[in-house]
């Protein structure tokens, strides 16, 4: 075994048992700490709870690294499809280390929290991300796949919001919709045409054909099939935020003429 592969090995290992850990013991002890609120949710909430924690943390460390990547790695910038970045390689393995960890707790807890979408989203992404850890291809790609996952702490943090009862039209919730409504779009949606567009400039390349017919194909395909995933969480957020916007106009209305009516 060389040294990328133990190096693979060992950042999945560790990446998995951090986040077991996290999720069965430290997300506890925490967020009683911090969050009062968090000791009186019911036995379900609190497993929902400690996954989003998990996804959140696991969110910010690979979306950290993802964006220097995106930025300052030359070995990935300089060949999208043949640069081999072992930066890329740890952050991949990071992250295939949770999902990893979040499938055996979605199937642990499949009555709580289970959901196919997820189920397809993980495996998916794992036998996209084997291809860059086990052939060292496609290292710049499989990167700014991963920048995708900067939108996660604000769509957990909606949910911690809705968990604790905080009231819809509260401030925190508002800024937190907001934000969640645009990273999403940006890092999800706005980032599909350059991406495709770069796809098809490579397609027929030396490069591109020198990948093989297995990855050329797994490549499209699996990332059409995240893609579409995006799109319809896309419409499902967009929907919410168009509710949201349109109850608190309401609201506002009504106020107008309550004062109206008390001049």
């Given at each position: 075994?060389?040294?990328n592969?133990?190096?693979?090995?060992?950042?999945v290992?560790?990446?998995?048992?951090?986040f077991q850990l996290?999720?069965?013991f430290?997300?506890?002890?925490?967020?009683?700490k911090?969050?009062?609120?968090?000791?009186?949710?019911?036995?379900?909430?609190?497993?929902e709870?400690?996954?989003?924690?998990?996804?959140?943390?696991?969110?910010?460390?690979?979306?950290?690294?993802?964006?220097?990547?995106?930025?300052?790695?030359?070995?990935?910038?300089?060949d999208?499809?043949w640069?081999d970045?072992s930066f890329?390689?740890?952050?991949i393995?990071?992250?295939?280390?949770?999902l990893?960890?979040?499938?055996?707790?979605l199937?642990?807890?499949?009555?709580v929290?289970?959901?196919k979408?997820?189920?397809?989203?993980?495996?998916?992404?794992?036998y996209?991300?084997?291809?860059?850890?086990?052939?060292?291809?496609l290292a710049?790609?499989?990167?700014?796949?991963?920048l995708a996952e900067l939108?996660?702490?604000f769509v957990?943090?909606?949910w911690?919001?809705e968990?604790?009862?905080?009231p819809?039209?509260s401030k925190?919730?508002?800024i937190?919709?907001i934000?969640?409504?645009?990273?999403?779009?940006?890092?999800?949606?706005v980032?599909m045409?350059?991406?495709?567009s770069?796809?098809?400039?490579?397609l027929?390349?030396?490069?591109?054909?020198r990948?093989?017919?297995?990855?050329?194909?797994?490549?499209?395909?699996?990332?059409?099939v995240l893609?579409?995933?995006?799109v319809?969480?896309?419409i499902?957020i967009?929907?919410?935020?168009?509710k949201?916007?349109s109850?608190?106009?309401?609201?506002?209305?009504k106020?107008?003429?309550?004062?109206g009516?008390?001049?």
């Amino acid at each position: 075994m060389d040294t990328n592969t133990k190096l693979v090995f060992s950042t999945v290992f560790t990446s998995f048992f951090t986040f077991q850990l996290l999720f069965h013991f430290i997300s506890y002890w925490f967020s009683a700490k911090v969050s009062p609120g968090f000791n009186s949710l019911s036995f379900e909430k609190k497993i929902e709870w400690n996954s989003r924690v998990v996804s959140t943390c696991h969110s910010l460390v690979v979306g950290i690294f993802g964006l220097y990547v995106f930025f300052f790695d030359e070995a990935a910038k300089a060949d999208p499809l043949w640069g081999d970045s072992s930066f890329v390689k740890v952050t991949i393995s990071i992250s295939s280390g949770y999902l990893i960890s979040d499938l055996l707790i979605l199937i642990l807890y499949w009555k709580v929290i289970g959901d196919k979408y997820f189920i397809i989203h993980h495996c998916t992404a794992l036998y996209a991300y084997s291809f860059v850890l086990k052939d060292g291809v496609l290292a710049y790609i499989g990167n700014f796949r991963l920048l995708a996952e900067l939108s996660s702490p604000f769509v957990n943090q909606r949910w911690f919001f809705e968990a604790l009862k905080y009231p819809k039209f509260s401030k925190a919730n508002v800024i937190n919709g907001i934000l969640m409504t645009v990273v999403f779009f940006i890092v999800r949606i706005v980032s599909m045409p350059p991406f495709y567009s770069y796809i098809y400039s490579v397609l027929g390349t030396e490069a591109y054909i020198r990948l093989g017919f297995l990855t050329q194909c797994s490549w499209i395909s699996t990332c059409i099939v995240l893609d579409v995933m995006n799109v319809m969480w896309m419409i499902k957020i967009t929907k919410g935020c168009v509710k949201v916007i349109s109850l608190i106009r309401q609201e506002k209305a009504k106020s107008s003429l309550q004062n109206g009516k008390l001049d």
